[in-house]
């Protein structure tokens, strides 16, 4: 069983920073794409970022040059950098492992609220 665990949601005002982390134990993190998502009130899950285990990093329209996706693989953790926040980047955010036989984990979610 893969378990991932996210962390460094909070409130931030607009133009303000987080970096949200997203741990797991499972040794195969390294050849997993990893990725992260989220999910505004009212609407559908929707891409955020995701980088492969050999380091590619695609990332949505709406957040291309304010967030950095990056992946630590000697601790098995996934970073998502994000600055210059802006309110409609409020919703919670969920880690996504996408391993090699093609199966998806997704952690529990960590809420992210940008006020303006």
């Known amino acids: 069983q893969v378990q991932l665990v996210e962390s460094g949601g909070g409130l931030v005002q607009a133009g303000g920073s987080l970096r949200l982390s997203c741990a797991t134990s499972?040794?195969?993190?390294?050849?997993?794409?990893m990725g992260w998502y989220r999910q505004a009130p009212g609407k559908q899950r929707e891409l955020v970022a995701i980088?492969?285990?050999?380091?590619?990093?695609n990332y949505a329209d709406s957040v291309k040059g304010r967030f950095t996706i990056s992946r630590d693989n000697a601790k098995n953790t996934v970073y998502l950098q994000m600055n210059s926040l802006k309110p409609e980047d409020t919703a919670v955010y969920y880690c996504?492992?996408?391993?090699?036989?093609?199966?998806?984990?997704w952690g529990k979610g960590t809420l992210v609220t940008v006020s303006s």
């Open positions: 996504n492992c996408h391993d090699p036989w093609a199966v998806d984990y």
């Open positions: 499972r040794s195969i993190f390294r050849l997993s794409r």
């Open positions: 980088i492969t285990s050999g380091g590619t990093t």
